[in-house]
């Protein structure tokens, strides 16, 4: 089945500055990579998405990059705000038995963003 | 998210009981997935369901039962197999990729 690796589990970084997560799959046939944000006590939310058919998504602050080849793809946080601070979760699709819809998560990221 | 709702928000276990955490959603998503979560571990997979009256056992079933009998619900039943039931429980649905996720329910043993 699909194994995630994330990186690292925690990062500190200084209001302003850019925080980055990266995190590599093992299944080439992977093809849906969602990012999420967890602050702490409440669910998961997604904050972007990227599939295989693109290298780079951005929304405003936040951007993904994917490279297919290396199988790894990375979560940019620009001008980081404490607001910022949370625990970030990257998964791919393709897990064992469940079709393509199926997500297998990495173990999470806690981001603390020093003002 | 507001489609999918969870309840009770805590719950309490005593030792050799079985109980169950509801996972209700309005979303009319096919597939639904109940995860457990503990501090550094990330979010494991216990078991989910594509279609009604049909689920599958993820990475740590063991100790853990589940029902699809419609399609808005798929509770979970934490058995008194399941030794070390205290964690975080996460249930989300999806309609094709993206995974949705309720506000969880703390479950604690008395």
């Known amino acids: 089945g699909e194994n995630v690796e994330q990186h690292p589990s925690t990062l500190s970084v200084q209001e302003g500055d850019s925080a980055v997560i990266k995190c590599t799959y093992s299944d080439s046939a992977s093809n849906y990579f969602p990012w999420y944000k967890q602050e702490l006590g409440k669910r998961p939310q997604l904050i972007i998405d990227?599939?295989?058919?693109?290298g780079e998504k951005k929304d405003q602050r936040i951007a993904v990059t994917l490279n297919k080849t290396a199988k790894h793809f990375s979560l940019h946080i620009t001008e980081t705000q404490p607001e910022d601070s949370a625990v970030y979760f990257c998964a791919a699709n393709g897990g064992s038995g469940a079709g393509s819809y199926q997500l297998t998560f990495g173990k999470g990221t806690k981001l603390s963003v020093i003002p | 998210d507001g489609g999918i709702t969870q309840s009770p928000k805590y719950l309490f276990r005593k030792e050799g009981q079985n109980v169950t955490l509801s996972c209700e959603q309005n979303l009319n998503h096919d597939a639904m997935y109940w995860y457990r979560q503990d501090p550094g571990q990330g979010l494991r997979l216990i078991y989910y369901?594509?279609?009604?009256?049909?689920?599958q056992k993820g990475d740590i079933a063991e100790g853990y039962s589940v029902s699809r009998e419609k399609k808005e619900s798929f509770p979970l039943t934490v058995t008194s197999a399941q030794k070390n039931p205290t964690a975080f429980y996460l249930c989300?649905?999806?309609?094709?990729?993206?995974?949705?996720f309720g506000p969880g329910t703390r479950l604690l043993v008395l």
């Open positions: 369901s594509q279609i009604v009256n049909d689920f």
């Open positions: 990227i599939r295989s058919n693109v």
């Open positions: 989300a649905s999806t309609s094709r990729e993206t995974q949705y």
